[in-house]
C-alpha cells in the first residue's frame, strides 16, 4: 500500500469494520432463523421418511396395479420441481443445486416448477420452459401450498402432459454439510429400487378398487414429499448463510487487522520523515 496516506488507510478501517458489523448481523438473523427450520426439520423427517417407504413398500408388495402412476407416460414431458431460495449470500446454496438440475435437464424434453426467486430468475434467463411462476417466494410457502402443488401435479400426470416428475432440493445433513441432491417423485415404478433387500413379501388388503386407494393416497404423498423437501431445503439455505456469513466476519477481521498494521507502518513512517526534515533544518 505505498503512496496511500494514513488518512485514506483510517476510511478503508472503518469501511471495513461498518461491513463486519452487518455481517455479524445477518450470521445472528440466520443462525436464529435456523434453529426454527433446524426444529421444523425434526418435525417433519418421521413423517418424510414413513410415507416414502410406506409407498415404496405398496408398489414393490403388489403385483397386479393397473393405476397409471405405476408406469410412466413416455410422451409426457420430464418436469423438475426446483426448490432454491429468494436470497443470495448464503455461500454455495443456490449455485449447487441450480447445476444439479440443468446437468439433469441436458438432453431432456423437460418443463421445471421453480420455487424460490433464485430458481425462477436462473431458469427463465435460460429459457427453459417454467410451468408456474406462482411460488416465487420459499419462504412463503406453507403445507398448505404443497399438497395443493400435489393435486395439480397429478392431474396433470394423469392426464398425460408430464410423464416424469422429479424434485431438487437440498438436503440438510448438519450445520456445516448441506448435499443438493434429486428425488423421483412418480411414476412409482422408479421407486421400487428396495426391493431385493427385502426378505419376504405381504400382499395388502384394500378396503375399495386399488386404483381408488391410489387415487386418493398418490397425491397425498406427493404433498407430504414435497413440504419435507422444502423444510430440508429451507434448514440447509440458513444453515449456508450462516456458515457464509461468519467467514465473511472472519474475513473483515483479518483485514482490519491487516490495515491497521499497515496504518501504524505508515504513521511511523510519516513522523520518521518528520524527525528526519526537523534535524536537517536546524
Same mark, same amino acid.
Given at each position: %500500500? ?16 461498518? &461491513? ?9 438473523? =440466520? ?5 426454527? =427450520? ?15 417407504? &410406506? ?8 403385483? !397386479? ?10 410422451? +409426457?414431458?420430464?418436469?423438475?420441481? $426446483? ?23 441436458? +438432453? ?23 410451468? &408456474?411462476?406462482? /411460488? ?5 410457502? !406453507? ?13 396433470? /400426470? ?8 422429479? $424434485?431438487? /432440493? ?10 443438493? @441432491? &434429486? ?10 429400487l428396495s ?16 386404483? @381408488? $386407494? ?13 413440504? +419435507? =423437501? ?14 457464509? %456469513? !461468519?467467514?465473511?466476519t472472519q474475513? =473483515?477481521?483479518? %483485514? ?27
Amino acid at each position: %500500500m505505498a503512496g496511500v496516506s494514513t488518512k485514506e488507510i483510517k476510511t478503508r478501517i472503518r469501511s471495513m469494520e461498518s &461491513t463486519k458489523q452487518i455481517t455479524k448481523a445477518m450470521e445472528m438473523v =440466520a443462525a436464529s432463523k435456523l434453529r426454527r =427450520a433446524q426444529a421444523r426439520v425434526e418435525n417433519s423427517r418421521p413423517y418424510f421418511g414413513i410415507l416414502y417407504d &410406506t409407498i415404496c413398500k405398496i408398489v414393490r408388495d403388489n403385483r !397386479d396395479f393397473s393405476s397409471p402412476y405405476i408406469q410412466g407416460n413416455p410422451s +409426457g414431458k420430464s418436469l423438475f420441481i $426446483v426448490i432454491a431460495g429468494d436470497r443470495g449470500l448464503a455461500g454455495g446454496y443456490n449455485s449447487n443445486i441450480l447445476k444439479l438440475v440443468q446437468s439433469e435437464l441436458e +438432453g431432456k424434453d423437460a418443463m421445471v416448477l421453480p420455487i424460490g426467486k433464485k430458481a425462477l430468475d436462473f431458469f427463465k434467463s435460460r429459457n427453459v420452459p417454467v410451468l &408456474t411462476a406462482a /411460488y416465487a417466494e420459499a419462504a412463503e410457502v !406453507d403445507i398448505g401450498d404443497c399438497f395443493s402443488m400435489a393435486k395439480t401435479l397429478c392431474a396433470r /400426470y394423469l392426464s398425460g402432459e408430464i410423464g416424469e416428475i422429479r $424434485v431438487a /432440493y437440498t438436503n440438510f445433513v448438519s450445520v456445516l454439510s448441506q448435499v443438493p @441432491e &434429486t428425488k423421483a417423485l412418480l411414476p412409482l415404478q422408479s421407486l421400487q429400487l428396495s426391493q431385493e433387500k427385502q426378505p419376504y413379501r405381504c400382499d395388502t388388503l384394500y378396503e375399495g378398487d386399488c386404483e @381408488e $386407494v391410489f387415487a386418493a393416497i398418490v397425491p397425498e404423498y406427493l404433498g407430504g414429499i414435497l413440504y +419435507g =423437501a422444502l423444510s430440508e431445503s429451507l434448514a440447509a439455505e440458513q444453515a449456508a448463510r450462516r456458515s457464509a %456469513m !461468519d467467514n465473511a466476519t472472519q474475513n =473483515a477481521e483479518d %483485514m482490519i487487522a491487516d490495515l491497521s498494521l499497515k496504518f501504524n507502518r505508515a504513521r511511523q513512517a510519516a513522523i520518521t520523515q518528520e524527525i528526519t526534515e526537523i534535524v536537517a533544518g536546524s
